[in-house]
């Protein structure tokens, strides 16, 4: 934990030392009117709320892996976990190159339908194998499928709102996201603690699937949707 806040450090010099170019500052007026207009928009926005409900959604049931993850990985120890997130983080990054040749295939939601299919299976996997190297495996094909979700959502977050609410947009999809995994991760706890880690990441796959029937009422409408890889990285 001492070298991660270390690491932080880092960050802080490079934003500092960072040159940005210079442009025009729009006057947004009260902090508080501007708060509420980007709250009206997105009641407004159907599409912007579409990619919400899938946020919220997807977060609330997806949460049960990593949140739980401590005590699937406990047999290995603390290396053992490490390692199983680093394969998290390899498939993620293998999943961000990959996206752009999805996406010319694919249309955005099925893109994300079929990572949600991938992500339920990893899931449920995850509570039935005990092989450490099963397991990177599994962890692997999650990261792939996580970041193939979360930058669809994100980028149609973006893409969906005006320039000069996107920002403001972009931190109510962010609320919903970190909101849904902290409520998530607290329900699965709960029902780990009841029926056991296998049971509880069971459901949570389920439910996952589940979720792809909201996928005709709240589509996410992007047509234009761009999933280069310099926008992936932003």
């Known amino acids: 934990f001492l070298l991660n806040a270390a690491s932080f450090f880092g960050v802080i010099l490079f934003l500092y030392r960072w040159r940005r170019p210079h442009y025009a500052r729009i006057e947004t007026g009260d902090v508080r009117k501007a708060m509420m207009a980007g709250l009206r928009y997105v009641r407004g926005a159907p599409a912007v709320k579409s990619v919400l409900v899938r946020t919220g959604a997807f977060s609330l049931a997806a949460s049960s892996l990593l949140s739980l993850m401590p005590i699937i990985a406990r047999p290995f120890g603390p290396s053992g976990y490490g390692m199983l997130l680093g394969f998290f983080g390899l498939g993620a990054l293998a999943g961000a190159a990959a996206l752009p040749m999805l996406r010319e295939m694919l249309s955005v939601d099925g893109v994300v339908g079929i ?95 589940a979720g792809l029937l909201t996928v005709r009422r709240h589509r996410l409408a992007a047509p234009n949707l761009s999933l280069s890889a310099s926008v992936v990285r932003d």
């Open 115 to 209: 990572s949600i299919v991938v992500f339920a299976s990893t899931t449920f996997a995850a509570g039935q194998v005990h092989s450490f190297g099963w397991l990177t495996l599994v962890l692997f094909a999650s990261g792939m499928a996580w970041i193939g979700i979360l930058a669809c959502l994100n980028v149609a977050a973006q893409m969906m709102s005006p320039s000069f609410l996107r920002a403001r947009s972009l931190s109510i999809y962010l609320l919903v996201l970190q909101g849904g995994m902290a409520l998530g991760s607290t329900v699965w706890g709960a029902l780990a603690t009841r029926t056991g880690v296998p049971s509880a990441l069971l459901w949570s796959a389920v439910i996952l699937a």
